[in-house]
C-alpha cells in the first residue's frame, strides 16, 4: 500500500520533531559542513538536528516521485466574505508533474477570485517598497503566468502569479528559471506585507 499525501506529512512532522529533539543522530555530521572550524562550532548535535531531517525529507521526495505521490494539499482562502478553496504545494514535499498541472488548471478560478474580491481596492506590486500597478497590468501579468495562488490577511488580499517549479517558485536563486510575481489588493496604502517576493 502506498502512503497517502496526508500520512507523508505526519510523517515528516513525526520525524522532524524527532530530529529537533536530539532523538536522530548522524555518525557522520562533522562531515557536512566543509568548513572544520564551523562544523566544530556548531557542533554535531545541531549539524545532526539539520541534516538527518534534510536527508529523510530527501527520502520522501524520491518516494514521491517513485510512487507518484502528490505533494498538494487542499486550503481556503476567505477575503472579504468569501472564501476560495484551492490546492497548493505543501512546504515540505515536491510537486510531481500531474500537480504542475493540476495547478496550472485552477490558476483561471484562483484569478476569477481574486477579481472578484478586489474591486475597488487599490492594487500594489508586493516589494519592500510597494509600487501601485493598474488591473490592465495585472491582467498581463496573470497571462503570462503558469498557476495563480492567493494568501489573504484582514484587509489585503495577496497575488501570487508563479512559473517554473512549484517547489522553487519563492526562492530568488531560482530566478528567471522559477519565479513569482506578488501582488496585493488593499483599501489604501499596505500595512503589511506577509508574502514579499516579487520579480
Same mark, same amino acid.
Given at each position: 500500500?502506498?502512503? *497517502?499525501?496526508?500520512?507523508?506529512?505526519?510523517?515528516?512532522?513525526?520525524? @522532524?520533531?524527532?530530529?529537533?529533539?536530539?532523538?536522530?543522530?548522524? @555518525?557522520?555530521?562533522?562531515?557536512?559542513?566543509?568548513?572544520?572550524?564551523?562544523?566544530?562550532?556548531?557542533?554535531?548535535?545541531?549539524?545532526?538536528?539539520?541534516?538527518?531531517?534534510?536527508?529523510?525529507?530527501?527520502?520522501?521526495?524520491?518516494?514521491?516521485?517513485?510512487?507518484?505521490?502528490?505533494? $498538494?494539499?487542499?486550503?481556503?482562502?476567505?477575503?472579504?466574505?468569501?472564501?476560495?478553496?484551492?490546492?497548493? $504545494?505543501?512546504?515540505?514535499?515536491?510537486?510531481?508533474?500531474?500537480?504542475?498541472?493540476?495547478?496550472?488548471?485552477?490558476?483561471?478560478?484562483?484569478?476569477?477570485?481574486?477579481?472578484?474580491?478586489?474591486?475597488?481596492?487599490?492594487?500594489?506590486?508586493?516589494?519592500? *517598497?510597494?509600487?501601485?500597478?493598474?488591473?490592465?497590468?495585472?491582467?498581463? @501579468?496573470?497571462? *503570462?503566468?503558469?498557476?495563480?495562488?492567493?494568501?489573504?490577511?484582514?484587509?489585503?488580499?495577496? $497575488?501570487?502569479?508563479?512559473?517554473?517549479?512549484?517547489?522553487?517558485?519563492?526562492?530568488?536563486?531560482?530566478?528567471?528559471?522559477?519565479?513569482?510575481?506578488?501582488?496585493?489588493?488593499?483599501? *489604501?496604502?499596505?500595512?503589511?506585507?506577509? $508574502?514579499?517576493?516579487?520579480?
Amino acid at each position: 500500500m502506498t502512503y *497517502t499525501t496526508q500520512e507523508l506529512i505526519q510523517i515528516l512532522d513525526r520525524e @522532524l520533531q524527532a530530529s529537533w529533539q536530539g532523538d536522530r543522530v548522524l @555518525l557522520s555530521a562533522q562531515n557536512r559542513i566543509p568548513d572544520p572550524v564551523l562544523a566544530m562550532a556548531l557542533g554535531s548535535k545541531k549539524i545532526s538536528k539539520v541534516y538527518a531531517y534534510r536527508e529523510f525529507r530527501e527520502q520522501v521526495h524520491q518516494y514521491q516521485q517513485q510512487y507518484q505521490v502528490s505533494g $498538494l494539499v487542499w486550503r481556503e482562502c476567505s477575503f472579504r466574505g468569501q472564501t476560495f478553496r484551492f490546492q497548493e $504545494l505543501h512546504n515540505q514535499l515536491i510537486a510531481i508533474p500531474q500537480d504542475k498541472a493540476t495547478l496550472m488548471a485552477a490558476k483561471a478560478c484562483v484569478f476569477d477570485f481574486w477579481q472578484q474580491t478586489t474591486q475597488g481596492l487599490q492594487l500594489w506590486r508586493a516589494r519592500k *517598497t510597494p509600487s501601485p500597478i493598474s488591473a490592465a497590468e495585472v491582467k498581463q @501579468l496573470a497571462g *503570462t503566468a503558469e498557476w495563480a495562488e492567493v494568501e489573504a490577511t484582514r484587509k489585503e488580499l495577496y $497575488l501570487g502569479l508563479c512559473w517554473g517549479n512549484p517547489a522553487e517558485c519563492h526562492y530568488q536563486r531560482s530566478f528567471p528559471d522559477s519565479g513569482c510575481n506578488r501582488l496585493l489588493a488593499a483599501p *489604501t496604502e499596505p500595512r503589511s506585507l506577509k $508574502l514579499m517576493v516579487s520579480w
